[in-house]
DNA sequence: CCCGGACAAGCTGTATACAATTCCGCATCC
DNA sequence: GGATGCGGAATTGTATACAGCTTGTCCGGG
């Protein structure tokens, strides 16, 4: 069947990640899905999935909004990362085959050149990510991977602005985390990866932390 | 305003978490929503949000259906609960006061004698919930907290086929684990956590197996 | 000047109607 | 006999209407 309901899922989930919508502020139904030319029924059901994802948020009579980015909130779900994708690294060493690591050898010397300066921060963050996402893969348990992929939508709003200021070593530290798991190390794999992961923790929530005004000024 | 849809969410949420419903059988909107006294739109708003839970799964212009119950998945989600319960143990370790580990105690010695033959096995797993979830809730970190409650929903109907065998030791686990948070050993909880989780994951994993056939046989 | 209540406008919550699609049984053909 | 195509019934996808709640404003009283 046609599949309008998923096109305004995937539009809305972008702009929640993306924040497009002022915390604190309810969306409003009918105008949004006249914006995205649907009526509020597919427009309500993918809101609520979002709500189950935790990229928003619903209060009962009053309607939806997007979720509040608060330090807590990037401490708690930085540390889920961090026990998520320590596991799934763990896995990774013991299961992947060869042919995958060097699978990811090849992606981190392709993409080596574009973690300079001149390129734009969100493709960095999107980089970044995909080298997570292909070690969680290799643990080979999906379930894993889904939630390691919910947790970056829900942080990469901040991660975009984190960023700015760690391109250069974040190669590296993929390189020695990369390292680890080419050597079957589960032990250096799992550690580096929690360090890794433990200074954006830092990092971010200091930003969010200082930012906390800034970020919630209306950008409309 | 009233919350006709939060009560089929419920609802509906328990019917999933029980596998009331048939596997590989899509479930019939009309028919559920005048069972369940609402019309339709509430219930696919609940269903909706149960799909994004991971209880549901939806496959466009065919409907929803129950999530399917197979050996790798429950393998893989006991691999998500090893991750996010040792994690959060060993954040409780640190964070809990003296008077949230006392209160554990208080449970644990107050639900003793529950843990007997003659208790519904629906009512130990619940005990069991309850006790890793207080646990969990020292972790002062509630993203984690609604991860875990997540993972126990998809899975809780496996436990209690499971559990049948396993009350007496149970207890004694839990006490074991708890010992070392006491301790404030924080190495000591994180194993006999990672471990106890281990051995409930192959056991329910095997019952999964042999049972797969029986749980598919259509049930009405 | 501040506080409180009532009214009005707007928004959300739910039911229902209809269009589009899928599903299932049956007949037909190879 | 098995595969294929067709048509009606059933089911899902979406729009829309309306009821009930929430919220903001305005007016009156303290």
Redesign the interface.
């Known amino acids: 069947?046609s599949?309008s309901?998923?096109l305004v899922y995937e539009q809305v989930r972008q702009m929640a990640a993306n924040f497009e919508f002022k915390p604190a502020e309810r969306i409003n139904e009918s105008e949004l899905s006249k914006q995205l030319g649907a009526s509020r029924?597919p427009l309500?059901?993918?809101m609520?999935?979002?709500?189950?994802?935790?990229l928003l948020v619903f209060e009962?009579?009053r309607g939806f909004f997007c979720q509040p980015l608060t330090p807590e909130?990037v401490v708690?779900?930085y540390?889920?990362r961090?026990?998520?994708e320590?596991?799934?690294i763990r896995?990774a060493v013991e299961r992947a085959g060869d042919d995958d690591i060097a699978a990811i050898r090849q992606f981190l010397s392709d993409t080596a050149e574009r973690y300079a300066d001149g390129t734009p921060t969100k493709e960095i963050v999107r980089l970044d990510e995909e080298f997570h996402l292909m070690i969680a893969g290799l643990?080979g348990?999906?379930?894993?991977v889904?939630?390691i992929k919910l947790t970056y939508e829900r942080i990469r709003y901040v991660r975009w602005i984190a960023m700015r200021e760690r391109i250069d070593i974040t190669h590296s530290a993929h390189l020695h985390i990369f390292e680890a798991l080419e050597n079957r190390d589960a032990q250096a794999a799992e550690d580096r990866m929690r360090t890794h992961i433990k200074t954006h923790n830092a990092e971010a929530t200091e930003i969010v932390g200082k930012a906390y005004s800034n970020l919630y000024v209306p950008q409309h």
Chains 1, 2 share one sequence.
């Open positions: 069947m599949t309901v998923d029924t309500r059901e993918a609520n999935r979002l709500t189950a994802e935790g009962p009579g909130l708690h779900l540390e889920v961090e026990a998520l320590t596991a799934a896995a643990s348990n999906p379930e894993l889904n939630m």
